[in-house]
């Protein structure tokens, strides 16, 4: 054995010698040839097959492969533990410890009795590049390995089962993210991001949003029914997103409402602040680079930007812009000087245009405290296809938050503090205050009595201001039928002293004419 071992080293010493040889005397051109013909003669007599796939695309703009990562999750959870090197990623702020296989690591799967193998690998280029567009050099790749009669159904089966797979294992796993959008001018570079994020953990569920329980069932149904839909959406031809506009005073609960959605179907958020967007088309651009299973949230839209009213203004001051050059000329200059040109237009087509049709399971939320002044056009079904009011708090709000906040579902105050709800208007927000204990020496009966304190508070601040605004209105009400008898006795004063003046008008010229006669300058 000793003799084989020793005649097989020095066989492989005579090869490497050779090889180095050829290198040395042949240039790279033949090199290729060489290995292209003798990997042509080994595949006629080497029994299996080999499927590459690479981290990065050459057309992936220097994002990950999508298959890539699909492989990389499955057998992190199917093949992982069959491997003797392993690497850890800790996620979830250090709650969980994700394993994978380390480079160039082999584990073995098994699909309909079918053995294939896995190689995890990269390779290093000989010389380092001055410049890199990606974080690293090393290109890592996974190798799939099978015998040769098993092909096709590796290809058009297994391979579309790993990548399901490696889908659905990110769902369950993934980290839900809120993403806010950076400005236009920061881009640039091949590090930037237009979109920043930080770890979801809004506690916020619909078993904790305060609001009636028969139209909380109702909004419940309408996003289970969404999320079910994807080939009814198909069918009828549109777009799988669907709008909702949350609208009602302050502090009614709407971005509450925002994270319960969020949380019932564990979708990631995108708050879209547009100010930040420098026109129409970073909007888009924004818009492709959201991903699936997301709400796309513009909070408080008529404060966002001048949205409303374009279509008026633009009629009226064509006129005046086509008169005044100066102005017109001055207000362009205006519009460079402002941080965003984003027109109603443009988040129109952003919406419900050809654009929006990029993506897929997407919800589209607008909030307002002033629904009467968002444009028609906006808000119409079809772009924002539910419209949901967050009003001021009613009783069966008010059980909610009792049951959240002092885990009370009746007390013999809630009489008291149902006849008040009925004759002031409290926001859900300032009840859940008085119902939050502010001591340990605090109990629910304290809280309760605390927020009927308040409700008789409001109820009379409220009695005082109607008194007021009633004081006002008789004040400016006299005061504009003063002013209304003052023109009345002006123009009557006007009239009486044209008519006196057309009098005096009169006599003068009778006494001019008398006197023309006794002077014998007018005969008769």
């Known amino acids: 054995m000793m003799g084989d071992m020793t005649q ?29 013909y003798v990997n042509k003669v080994v595949s006629y007599v080497y029994p299996y097959v080999e499927i590459t796939f690479h981290e990065y695309q050459a057309d992936g703009w220097f994002k990950r492969s999508k298959a890539f990562v699909s492989i990389e999750r499955y057998l992190s959870t199917n093949s992982s533990n069959r491997a003797k090197r392993l690497k850890a990623n800790v996620v979830k702020d250090c709650e969980s410890v994700v394993l994978s296989m380390d480079d160039y690591e082999e584990v073995t799967d098994e699909f309909k009795g079918i053995k294939i193998w896995w190689t995890s690998s990269k390779s290093i280029p000989q010389q380092r590049a001055l410049f890199s567009y990606r974080g690293e050099e090393e290109k890592r790749y996974y190798r799939l390995t099978c015998k040769r009669e098993h092909r096709d159904i590796i290809a058009k089966v297994y391979l579309q089962h790993v990548l399901d797979e490696g889908k659905a294992i990110a769902v369950k796993t993934r980290q839900r993210k809120l993403y806010t959008n950076n400005k236009s001018e920061n881009w640039s570079g091949y590090k930037s991001n237009m979109w920043s994020h930080i770890i979801f953990e809004h506690p916020s569920t619909f078993d904790t949003l305060a609001m009636d329980p028969k139209k909380k ?16 959406y198909k069918k009828v031809g549109k777009s799988w997103k669907r709008g909702y506009l949350l609208y009602g005073p302050p502090g009614t609960g709407k971005s509450s409402m925002i994270a319960a959605m969020a949380n019932l179907l564990e979708y990631d ?24 299973k997301s709400i796309i949230v ?52 952003f919406i419900d245009g050809l654009w929006s049709a990029c993506g897929s399971e997407r919800l589209i939320v607008f909030t307002t405290n002033f629904v009467e002044k968002l444009d028609p056009a906006l808000i119409r079904r079809g772009r924002m296809d539910k419209h949901i009011e967050l009003s ?25 503090i149902s006849r008040l709800l009925e004759e002031t208007k409290m926001t859900p927000a300032d009840v859940a205050e008085n119902l939050m204990p502010k001591s340990f020496e605090e109990n629910a009966e304290s809280c309760l009595n605390k927020l009927i304190q308040s409700l008789e508070n409001a109820k009379e601040e409220a009695r005082l201001k109607a008194v007021e605004d009633a004081r006002i209105k008789a004040e400016e009400e006299a005061a504009k039928k003063i002013e209304q008898n003052g023109e009345k006795v002006q123009e009557t004063d006007a009239k009486l002293g044209d008519g006196e003046g057309k009098k005096v008008d009169q006599d003068s010229d009778m006494v001019q004419v008398g ?4 002077n014998g300058v007018l005969t008769s």
Not at 225 to 230: A, P
């Open 298 to 349: 513009i909070e408080d839209i008529d404060c966002s930007l001048d949205l409303t009213g374009q279509r008026k203004e633009k009629k009226e001051e064509s006129k005046e812009e086509e008169k005044d050059p100066v102005r017109k000329a001055e207000e362009e200059k205006d519009k460079k000087n402002k941080g965003s040109e984003v027109t109603l237009s443009g988040l129109l087509n």
């Open 515 to 518: 006197d023309a006669k006794e």
């Open 269 to 292: 958020i995108y708050d879209l602040e547009l100010t930040s967007v420098k026109d129409n088309t970073d909007l888009r651009k924004l818009l492709i680079d959201t991903s699936s």
């Open 8 to 36: 097989l080293g020095s066989l492989m010493a005579a090869v490497m010698f050779v090889w180095a040889i050829f290198r040395q005397l042949f240039p790279e051109e033949i090199q290729r040839d060489v290995r292209k």
């Open 392 to 416: 001021y708090c009613c009783f069966e709000t008010f059980k909610v938050l009792a049951k959240n906040y002092l885990d009370l579902e009746s007390h013999d105050l809630f009489s008291t």
């Open 217 to 232: 069932k109702e909004i419940l149904d309408d996003l289970m029914m969404f999320s079910k839909s994807k080939d009814y």
